[in-house]
């Protein structure tokens, strides 16, 4: 049944999540807070695309939970990327103004401390005790032999492969309307359908062919690469110059570390450009006849009387 079934790969979400948040709190690894926040995204896709299968109030009562868990957890990890990113930031300016940059780097670096300790003190509240411990709970709950819910006792293999199926020609369908005049909110919208897409993709791995689906989610990483670096310069040129601003406002740069910040936005902006110009060639990819006859055979819901 697709609630009992939904249920166990839920659980699975937050065991990662677990055994994730000692090493988020302690900042001992960027990549336990990334799995960690991973986890927290696939389930919050799963809350609000596998609609139908649990009451709407404690549907509604999750969501709401994991968007606030998302949302203390969001600060600590822009710092990480901005520092996992900032090496190739400072390779790309001229070997003199590099150490222009010094400066923010030491910003950066005090700002994620402080995050982090934002993060720990919202991983230690009572709010987020009783959101983990309700949520194994629920999780546990054996579904009720009988159920007012349609899709709950649905096979889930029919109710997963129809769920991706709708999200895969969502993302066809806006990535195909993407034009060079397009809005970045546009572009960015198209990103998080392709999140969503691959989250559910990934929960229900094990429900498909194995081989064929890593081909699949190959084929939809690569698109989602080439949106993600596109997304992420943006953030990072609007975080430079508020950045610099906060700095200069408090002393903590040089005329010469604000001009440099401001040619690595001139860079970061052509570097956004390149990537939206890749993005045409990547979705074709994605959307070539292999991938979509693949994507048909594994997804798309049989018609009455029709073959597979």
């Not at 926040?37 to 389930?43: F, K, W």
């Not at 005790?129 to 999780?139: C, P």
């Not at 579904?143 to 649905?154: D, I, K, S």
């Not at 994605?286 to 009387?305: D, E, H, I, V």
């Amino acid at each position: 049944r697709q609630d009992d079934a939904v249920k166990a790969l839920l659980r699975a979400q937050l065991d990662v999540m677990e055994q994730n948040e000692t090493g988020a709190r302690e900042a001992t690894d960027p990549e336990f807070l990334h799995e960690f926040r991973v986890a927290v995204r696939r389930t919050r896709v799963a809350l609000s695309r596998m609609t139908g299968l649990f009451p709407e109030r404690t549907t509604d009562r999750f969501k709401r939970e994991f968007r606030w868990l998302g949302s203390v957890t969001g600060p600590a990890r822009d710092v990480d990327v901005y520092l996992l990113e900032l090496p190739s930031y400072k390779a790309s300016l001229a070997e003199d103004a590099r150490a222009h940059l010094d400066p923010l780097r030491a910003y950066l670096e005090q700002r994620g401390e402080l995050a982090y300790a934002d993060l720990d003190r919202a991983l230690s509240t009572a709010r987020y005790r009783r959101l983990l411990d309700a949520w194994r709970t629920f999780l546990q709950r054996p579904a009720p032999v009988r159920t007012r819910l349609p899709a709950a006792a649905q096979p889930v293999g029919l109710y997963a492969a129809a769920r991706i199926w709708h999200m895969h020609r969502r993302v066809l369908k806006r990535g195909a309307a993407i034009q060079a005049d397009t809005p970045d909110e546009a572009v960015h919208d198209h990103r998080l359908d392709c999140k969503k897409l691959r989250y559910l993709m990934e929960i229900f791995r094990s429900l498909f062919d194995a081989s064929t689906k890593r081909t699949q989610i190959k084929a939809l990483k690569r698109l989602q690469d080439v949106l993600g670096e596109f997304n992420d310069l943006a953030v990072q040129q609007a975080s430079l110059m508020e950045t610099a601003e906060e700095m200069s406002q408090a002393g903590l740069a040089s005329l010469e570390t604000v001009v440099t910040m401001g040619r690595l936005v001139e860079v970061l902006a052509a570097r956004q450009r390149d990537a939206r110009d890749r993005f045409h060639g990547r979705f074709d990819e994605f959307s070539a006849a292999p991938n979509a006859k693949r994507a048909r055979r594994l997804f798309r819901p049989p018609t009455p009387g029709a073959r597979r």
